[in-house]
């Protein structure tokens, strides 16, 4: 399997493959792969010729140097990774910073009005400006016909989808199911980082957005909000950074249930230093 270190043999290689009804895919990662990464190439796979994934830790999401330090690295074990799913369809494209930035790493700067005001967006300013950054320089250089996210960080989905849409970007955007832990922890390459007694807690955070969907039929929405902050206030492992019930759409969040609406809920929560998130479709 070859690994591409600069666009310019990525695009060369792309180029050289193309026929009639070629079809290409993409998976953007940061590396660190876990089955959940594995999802997404094969759905990828299923639906296109050849799939590229990029493994670059991009310092423009980050909001703190000490979170980008620790960001997990193993570009060798990624490789092996992906080499069980296909070693001949899959162009892995393991870029140096000067290769996506120049010499200026900078973010531009995006409009994504309600979707952005929110969550993620309130608790890491600027983050979604370097998510979009990153996305959209990989995604003009490899110009794929799909490209595959997760849904488990479904407010960056619903930006990227804003993103394409506002450059004009020819691609269509496929949002695949959360992948989960044996416990119910939706599977992050920062799960590795936490210790025996602190994966064995983090089952909490699905079970919790699973019982506000059981509540959500019942329930008015702020006693909901009432009891999941009780359940992250009595266990003294975890730091409750937000909750909440949005539109499906507008990530707007709301106070009462509304027929013919479509609601999710999200959770982000730390333990033991470690930021984890997460979301259910509430419908």
């Not at 070693?87 to 290769?99: Q, T, V």
């Not at 079970?207 to 702020?222: A, F, H």
């Not at 929560?269 to 479709?281: C, E, F, S, T």
Request: charged letters at 25%; hydrophobic letters at 40%.
């Amino acid at each position: 399997m070859l690994v591409y270190k600069t666009k310019v043999d990525l695009v060369n290689r792309i180029n050289n493959l193309m026929q009639p009804d070629f079809s290409l895919g993409f998976v953007p990662t940061m590396g660190a792969l876990h089955q959940g990464h594995l999802s997404l190439v094969k759905s990828a796979l299923s639906n296109n010729n050849f799939v590229v994934v990029s493994i670059f830790v991009n310092p423009t999401q980050f909001n703190s140097t000490s979170d980008l330090s620790k960001y997990p690295r193993s570009l060798a074990q990624d490789i092996k990774i992906l080499e069980t799913v296909s070693k001949d369809k899959i162009l892995i494209y393991a870029p140096e910073i000067e290769d996506l930035y120049g010499s200026k790493v900078k973010s531009e700067s995006f409009n994504f009005r309600e979707l952005e005001s929110t969550m993620e967006g309130n608790s890491r300013p600027g983050h979604f400006d370097g998510v979009g950054t990153i996305v959209k320089r990989l995604l003009q250089i490899v110009n794929p016909n799909t490209a595959y996210f997760g849904e488990k960080d479904f407010q960056q989905l619903l930006i990227i989808k804003k993103m394409v849409e506002a450059e004009g970007l020819q691609v269509k955007i496929i949002g695949c199911p959360t992948e989960r832990e044996p416990n119910g922890l939706a599977m992050s390459s920062r799960n590795s980082r936490l210790s025996p007694e602190e994966y064995h807690e983090s089952a909490m955070i699905y079970e919790i957005l699973k019982t506000v969907k059981q509540k959500l039929n019942s329930d008015g929405i702020p006693s909901i909000y009432d009891w999941v902050l009780k359940r992250f206030n009595n266990n003294p492992l975890f730091e409750l950074d937000y909750f909440q019930i949005s539109d499906i759409e507008s990530l707007v969040p709301v106070k009462e249930k509304l027929p013919n609406k479509k609601y999710r809920a999200f959770i982000a929560a730390y333990i033991g230093g470690v930021r984890l998130i997460d979301n259910i479709d509430l419908n």
